[in-house]
C-alpha cells in the first residue's frame, strides 16, 4: 500500500497562474482533507469532503477549490495564486474520526 | 470561538521525561488527539483520548480532563529521534473539522 500520496512534491508558480495538486489514497478512506501549514504554525483546513462527490469548506477556503469526483482522489485547484498562498500543503485521509493519514506534502513557492 | 494553547518549545535530556501540556477553548468537541511531525516530514498519528483520563501505548502516553479543558503528551525514555514538533488537535462536535494547536517544538540535548 502507498498510502497517501500527493503530486507535484514542488512547485514555482508566478502571481496569477494556476494549477492543480492531487491527492490520492489506496485506503478505501471515506474522509478527505486538504490542510496548509506555514512556518510556526498548526494546519489550518482549507476544504474536506466526507465522501466521492461532497466537499465542504474548511477554515481558509477563500482562493482554493477542490473536486472528489473518484473516492481515491480529492484535488485541490488555485484559481489565481498569490503569494499569500505560498506553504506548505498536506493531504490527509481518515476512516473514522480518530487517526489522520497523512501525505508527504507539497511545497508551494508563489512569487 | 476554538483554540488550543501549546508551548511554544521545550527541552529535555535524553533518557528523561517530558511533558507537553494542551489547554483549549471550545464548546464541544469529541476527544483530543497527537501528532508527531519531525522537520520536513509529514504530521504521524500518535494517540487519541474520547474519554478522560490515561492512553499509554508504549514510551508515550496521553492524558485529558474535559472538566479542566486540559491534556498533555508524556513521553519517556526520550530518544533523540523523539525531537520532532507535536501537536495537540481536537474535532469539532458541530462541524466535524479537526482545530490544531500551533504545535511544541521538542530539543532533545544528549
Known amino acids: 500500500n502507498a498510502g497517501v500520496t500527493q503530486t507535484p512534491k514542488f512547485r514555482v508558480l508566478k502571481t496569477g497562474q494556476s494549477m492543480t495538486l492531487l491527492c490520492a489514497q489506496d485506503m478505501n478512506h471515506e474522509y478527505m482533507y486538504w490542510y496548509r501549514q506555514d512556518p510556526g504554525m498548526g494546519l489550518r483546513l482549507i476544504h474536506y469532503?466526507?465522501?466521492?462527490?461532497?466537499?465542504a469548506k474548511g477554515e481558509v477556503p477563500d482562493g482554493y477549490n477542490v473536486s472528489r469526483l473518484k473516492k481515491q482522489n480529492f484535488l485541490l485547484g488555485l484559481e489565481s495564486a498569490a503569494p499569500s498562498q505560498t506553504s506548505v500543503y498536506f493531504c490527509?485521509?481518515?476512516?473514522?474520526?480518530?487517526?489522520?493519514?497523512f501525505g508527504p506534502g507539497t511545497r508551494l513557492t508563489v512569487l | 470561538g476554538q483554540s488550543l494553547e501549546q508551548p511554544s518549545e521545550v527541552t529535555a535530556v535524553e533518557g528523561a521525561i517530558v511533558q507537553i501540556n494542551c489547554t483549549y477553548q471550545?464548546?464541544?468537541?469529541?476527544?483530543l488527539s497527537w501528532y508527531q511531525q519531525h522537520d520536513g516530514g509529514a504530521p504521524t498519528f500518535l494517540s487519541y483520548?474520547?474519554l478522560d483520563g490515561l492512553e499509554e501505548t508504549g514510551r508515550f502516553s496521553s492524558f485529558l480532563s474535559r472538566s479542566d479543558s486540559y491534556g498533555y503528551l508524556l513521553l519517556q525514555e526520550l530518544q533523540m529521534k523523539d525531537s520532532a514538533s507535536y501537536f495537540c488537535?481536537?474535532?469539532?462536535?458541530?462541524?466535524?473539522?479537526?482545530?490544531w494547536g500551533a504545535g511544541t517544538k521538542l530539543i532533545i540535548k544528549p
Open positions: 490527509a485521509s481518515s476512516s473514522n474520526d480518530n487517526e489522520q493519514f
Open positions: 471550545t464548546s464541544g468537541f469529541y476527544g
Open positions: 488537535a481536537v474535532r469539532n462536535r458541530s462541524n466535524y473539522q479537526l482545530i
Open positions: 469532503s466526507v465522501g466521492e462527490g461532497t466537499t
Open positions: 483520548n474520547a
